[in-house]
């Protein structure tokens, strides 16, 4: 398969160049030249089939043409080492709970898959030069603790993830922080904006790249956001075995009345699912649920794309103010904002909002919200038509945010057992100024 830039003014790449670059060369993001939609056998057999078959069917769609099939399934099993399950949260809205892997995020299936597809394409390089991979990732928290997790003892890669000291929470600190091995935790004196400019100021820097192979692991990297696509289709999967979708509305999105809603950041995440959609996933609509940050939601409204710098509000994951993956949903529907409207409408709500939801949910449903899964909810609880029913993707899990879910619902909640395992951890971290000088030295050291 070949991958284009959505600039249009790069080569065409191959998925191995598009992997080990991330970002075409003329800052486009890569597109998979076709999109290839799945036999009507598929959809007859998918609510008997695993979470893992499924998404190895997902997987040779976009994939079988570049990675040998067996590489391939061990790729997508090690990934999926744990459940997605889709639970009734209130009559006709299923939460699908993506926050039951490592870092309890649902980062971590893209993560992973990068790491071992990436793996899998430097493995004979390495056996020729011996130089190991080099991946610098910045981090505000959750990106960071699953790069971290995903790329973990993965042979032949090094994962530097740099961070903002004193300003993600403890938990998240925990998650990158104490695994040693082949991770390097580093603590800027600065702010997330001056992680950012470490990496992208080290990826140009001819001497360093020089010295040490460089790439980056964020969304726009299509080993991270493909995978994502599994989700929606095991989501229908298991509300076709609740009996929920009828048999009538099988294999088709024109009768369809499934509407799913994503709470949304950069993107990534709900472009997985338009490509879903796209290899015949019968999804009726798609919702993109934002927090204060609303410049897709505006850009529904009135057609204009302004992008701005972001606000600060409780569910952080999804404080983006110019989504990167803005450009690749634009592509998919060829720049045609009445095809995109069709498709995605938009909700955007304040943090009162937001904490409003998660008290309603909890009181009515015993359900808990974590704040970015709260939009999700709201946007379905106001947007479905009567004949409609949802599911939106409880994108972590609520001890994430343990401080502002117990203050909100005034509970206790309990953190996983997956979380305080590396609350136990050692902290390890290197301290590092905001000076490029400085991170340069550092590298050019190892
Ligand atoms: C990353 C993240 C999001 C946003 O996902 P995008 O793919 O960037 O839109 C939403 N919720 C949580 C908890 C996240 O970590």
Same mark, same amino acid.
């Given at each position: 398969?070949?991958?284009?830039?959505?600039?249009?003014?790069?080569?065409?790449?191959?998925?191995?160049?598009?992997?080990?670059?991330?970002?075409?060369?003329?800052?486009?993001?890569? $597109?998979?030249?076709?999109?290839?939609?799945?036999?009507? +056998?598929?959809?007859?057999?998918?609510?008997?089939?695993?979470?893992?078959?499924?998404?190895?069917?997902?997987?040779?769609?976009?994939?079988?043409?570049?990675?040998?099939?067996?590489?391939?399934?061990?790729?997508?099993?090690?990934?999926?080492?744990?459940? %997605?399950?889709?639970?009734?949260?209130?009559? !006709?809205?299923?939460?699908?709970?993506?926050?039951?892997?490592?870092?309890?995020?649902?980062?971590?299936?893209?993560? &992973?898959?990068?790491?071992?597809?990436?793996?899998?394409?430097?493995?004979? +390089?390495?056996?020729?030069?011996?130089?190991?991979?080099?991946?610098?990732?910045?981090?505000?928290?959750?990106?960071?603790?699953?790069?971290? !997790?995903?790329?973990?003892?993965?042979?032949?890669?090094?994962?530097?993830?740099?961070?903002?000291?004193?300003?993600?929470?403890?938990?998240?600190? %925990?998650?990158?922080?104490?695994?040693?091995?082949?991770?390097?935790?580093? +603590?800027?004196?600065?702010?997330?904006?001056?992680?950012?400019?470490?990496?992208?100021?080290?990826?140009?820097?001819? +001497?360093?790249?020089?010295?040490?192979?460089?790439?980056?692991? !964020?969304?726009?990297?299509?080993?991270?956001?493909?995978?994502?696509?599994?989700?929606?289709?095991?989501?229908?999967?298991?509300?076709?075995?609740?009996?929920?979708?009828?048999?009538?509305?099988?294999?088709?999105?024109?009768?369809?009345?499934?509407?799913? %809603?994503?709470?949304?950041?950069?993107?990534?995440?709900?472009?997985?699912?338009?490509?879903?959609?796209? $290899?015949?996933?019968?999804?009726?609509?798609?919702?993109?649920?934002?927090?204060?940050?609303?410049?897709?939601?505006?850009?529904?409204?009135?057609?204009?794309? !302004?992008?701005?710098?972001?606000?600060?509000?409780?569910?952080?994951?999804?404080?983006?103010?110019?989504?990167?993956?803005?450009?690749?949903?634009?592509?998919?529907?060829?720049?045609?904002?009445?095809?995109?409207?069709?498709?995605?409408?938009?909700?955007?709500?304040?943090?009162?909002?937001?904490?409003?939801? $998660?008290?309603?949910?909890?009181?009515?449903?015993?359900?808990?919200?974590?704040?970015?899964?709260? %939009?999700?909810? &709201?946007?379905?609880?106001?947007?479905?038509?009567?004949?409609?029913?949802?599911?939106?993707?409880?994108?972590?899990?609520?001890?994430?945010?343990?401080?502002?879910?117990?203050?909100?619902?005034?509970?206790?909640?309990?953190?996983?057992?997956?979380?305080?395992?590396? $609350?136990?951890?050692?902290?390890?971290?290197?301290?590092?100024?905001?000076?490029?000088?400085?991170?340069?030295?550092?590298?050019?050291?190892?």
């Amino acid at each position: 398969m070949k991958y284009y830039s959505t600039n249009g003014k790069a080569p065409m790449a191959d998925l191995r160049k598009a992997v080990v670059k991330g970002l075409a060369e003329d800052k486009g993001l890569y $597109m998979p030249e076709t999109i290839k939609t799945l036999p009507v +056998e598929f959809y007859n057999d998918i609510a008997s089939m695993s979470f893992r078959d499924i998404a190895y069917n997902v997987a040779s769609a976009f994939f079988g043409e570049d990675v040998d099939g067996d590489a391939l399934q061990d790729i997508v099993y090690d990934t999926l080492s744990f459940d %997605c399950p889709v639970v009734k949260v209130t009559d !006709n809205i299923y939460s699908l709970e993506l926050f039951h892997g490592p870092t309890l995020a649902f980062k971590d299936v893209g993560a &992973r898959f990068m790491a071992r597809l990436l793996q899998y394409f430097i493995r004979g +390089e390495r056996l020729a030069t011996r130089g190991e991979v080099n991946v610098l990732v910045a981090t505000s928290g959750d990106t960071g603790s699953a790069v971290a !997790n995903g790329f973990l003892g993965v042979d032949g890669i090094h994962v530097y993830v740099l961070y903002p000291k004193g300003k993600v929470s403890p938990i998240q600190e %925990c998650q990158f922080t104490t695994l040693g091995k082949n991770i390097t935790a580093i +603590e800027v004196d600065g702010v997330f904006d001056d992680c950012q400019a470490l990496v992208k100021n080290a990826f140009m820097d001819e +001497e360093l790249n020089q010295h040490m192979k460089l790439t980056s692991a !964020n969304s726009i990297n299509v080993a991270r956001f493909l995978p994502q696509a599994f989700y929606y289709f095991y989501a229908y999967a298991q509300l076709m075995k609740k009996g929920v979708i009828r048999n009538e509305q099988r294999g088709s999105a024109q009768s369809s009345n499934l509407v799913v %809603c994503v709470p949304s950041g950069n993107f990534g995440n709900i472009c997985a699912g338009l490509f879903a959609k796209r $290899m015949g996933l019968p999804v009726k609509r798609f919702i993109a649920a934002n927090n204060a940050n609303s410049v897709f939601y505006e850009y529904l409204q009135n057609g204009i794309y !302004n992008p701005r710098p972001s606000i600060q509000t409780i569910a952080n994951a999804m404080d983006v103010g110019d989504p990167s993956n803005f450009a690749r949903v634009y592509d998919l529907y060829n720049k045609e904002y009445e095809a995109i409207r069709k498709d995605i409408s938009g909700a955007t709500y304040t943090d009162e909002q937001i904490a409003d939801t $998660m008290r309603k949910v909890y009181r009515n449903a015993g359900y808990i919200c974590d704040p970015h899964g709260a %939009c999700g909810y &709201r946007a379905l609880s106001e947007g479905l038509e009567p004949d409609e029913m949802g599911v939106f993707l409880e994108t972590a899990h609520p001890a994430k945010f343990k401080i502002t879910v117990d203050e909100i619902l005034g509970i206790d909640i309990e953190i996983p057992a997956k979380l305080q395992a590396f $609350m136990q951890g050692t902290k390890q971290s290197v301290q590092m100024s905001k000076d490029f000088k400085d991170f340069k030295a550092y590298l050019m050291n190892k």
